[in-house]
Nanobody, 125 residues
Framework: QLQLVESGGGLVQPGGSLRLSCAASGFRLDYYVIGWFRQAPGKEREGVSCISSSGGSTNYADSVKGRFTISRDNAKNTVYLQMNSLKPEDTAVYYC??????????????????WGQGTQVTVSS
């Protein structure tokens, strides 16, 4: 059974950093575009970043460009999201998912499936 598990969330002060991990079980991540999404209370889920199967191409939401970096280690079957210069507006539950629609590196929620359970990121002083 395909399963993704996110980890690495927590409470951090504004300006701080966190690294999220998305580990796969039951399948190899190598073949798939993987995306990171987030959902804040009362808001719709939104795309944050995604990475091609080889890791050679990435895409970022404008709100995180220059602050977040997505990467993958296919040997460890894991995708990472390094988050620097965190802001209170980054507070959300972060999810990873597998792209199931052949559509380049668009960050559309409907193009992704096999969502993990999410990891909470709270940015507050």
């Amino acid at each position: 059974q395909l399963q993704l598990v996110e980890s690495g969330g927590g409470l951090v002060q504004p300006g701080g950093s966190l690294r999220l991990s998305c580990a796969a079980s039951g399948f190899r991540l190598d073949y798939y575009v993987i995306g990171w999404f987030r959902q804040a209370p009362g808001k719709e889920r939104e795309g944050v970043s995604c990475i091609s199967s080889s890791g050679g191409s990435t895409n970022y939401a404008d709100s995180v460009k220059g602050r977040f970096t997505i990467s993958r280690d296919n040997a460890k079957n894991t995708v990472y999201l390094q988050m620097n210069s965190l802001k209170p507006e980054d507070t959300a539950v972060y999810y990873c998912a597998v792209r199931t629609v052949a559509a380049g590196l668009e960050l559309k929620v409907t193009f992704y499936a096999y969502w993990g359970q999410g990891t909470q990121v709270t940015v507050s002083s």
